[in-house]
């Protein structure tokens, strides 16, 4: 019986240590949703204040003290839960940087990089540093086709012409190198940052082939219709940029930084050209395009994070 009570509590002990470190991998393992991060609706022109060239924050940012920090010196910053705050600067010291619940400091598109100093962070449940890469041109119907004017045929008897070229979606931005020191005051959850490039554009879709021309007499034949243009090539998701933490103690913390480098998303293939109509009376009718080439997605970088001691 004692056996049968010692096996019955070293499995439940192991059921347990199975369970939290599985919690912990799936904590540690994954991903925000960033783009529905970045699209919540935080923060609308009437709303921002910029505050010279270092950050744009929200309306309850009154003082004009903050300005001079932001400007000549270490400055303060509190993003409160579901809300953003844009860093457009590419050096920053920051004192004292505290993050509700699912906030975000977005570091602008115009960066080439991104050098933070943060002396006290108070991250008060899962909070966000993020870069993300503009996403390339979705091409939509070539400007040159010349259907846009609603009719196109070759001149009596002869061949219709091919369909324009669907135009490449163009490639996405990269990530930018991101490097922080940061001394921790309180973590109880995650705090992800984050370097990822832009998704590719789109391909445009292949024009429809030009109809073959009509038959003016019995004696004379009618023209083939054009082929259909290609589609337009994927383009390329941009490459995550390297990340690059250093951390310290103020205290001691239960939760995680996680520095993520991710590459962009490639975009969609364009469409092929649907064929031109032969000419009138029987003549052959022509074939359709081709899909455009797919893209590739971008790299992901390098991650590095680092204790140090206390400066």
């Known amino acids: 019986m004692q056996n049968f009570i010692k096996l019955s509590f070293l499995l439940l002990l192991y059921s347990q240590i199975s369970s ?3 919690n912990r991998e799936t904590k540690e393992t994954r991903l925000p949703d960033i783009d529905k991060l970045l699209s919540q609706e935080l923060i609308t022109l009437d709303s921002i204040k910029i505050l010279g060239d270092s950050v744009a924050l929200h309306s309850y940012y009154t003082d004009t003290s903050i300005n001079k920090k932001a400007l000549f010196g270490r400055t303060d910053i509190n ?3 579901n809300q953003i705050v844009y860093i457009t600067q590419e050096a920053l010291s920051i004192g004292k940087l505290t993050m509700g619940k699912n906030s975000v400091l977005q570091l602008s598109n115009s960066l080439r990089y991104c050098m933070l100093s943060i002396d006290r962070g108070f991250f008060n449940d899962t909070c966000f540093i993020i870069f993300q890469g503009l996403n390339g041109t979705d091409q939509g119907r070539n400007p040159k086709d010349p259907w846009f004017g609603g009719w196109w045929q070759a001149p009596t008897g002869e061949d219709g012409q091919m369909g324009v070229q669907g135009l490449h979606g163009t490639y996405g931005q990269s990530g930018i190198d991101i490097t922080i020191q940061l001394g921790v005051s309180n973590l109880p959850n ?12 789109n391909g445009g879709d292949g024009g429809k082939g030009q109809n073959g021309g009509n038959r003016n007499s019995p004696f004379r034949t009618c023209g083939k219709g054009g082929h259909g243009g290609n589609g337009g090539n994927a383009g390329n998701g941009g490459n995550g940029g390297n990340v690059d933490i250093k951390y310290y103690l103020n205290n001691t913390f239960d939760g995680q930084i996680l520095p993520q480098s991710i590459g962009g998303k490639v975009g969609i293939v364009g469409r092929p050209g649907p064929p031109g109509e032969g000419g009138y009376n029987g003549c052959e009718w022509g074939h359709w395009g081709q899909v455009g080439n797919s893209g590739t997605k971008g790299k992901d970088g390098v991650t590095k994070i680092l204790k140090i001691p206390k400066p």
């Open 20 to 22: 939290c470190k599985e």
């Open 190 to 201: 995650a705090l992800y940052i984050i370097s990822q490039g832009g998704r590719g554009g």
């Open 79 to 81: 993003v409160p839960a």
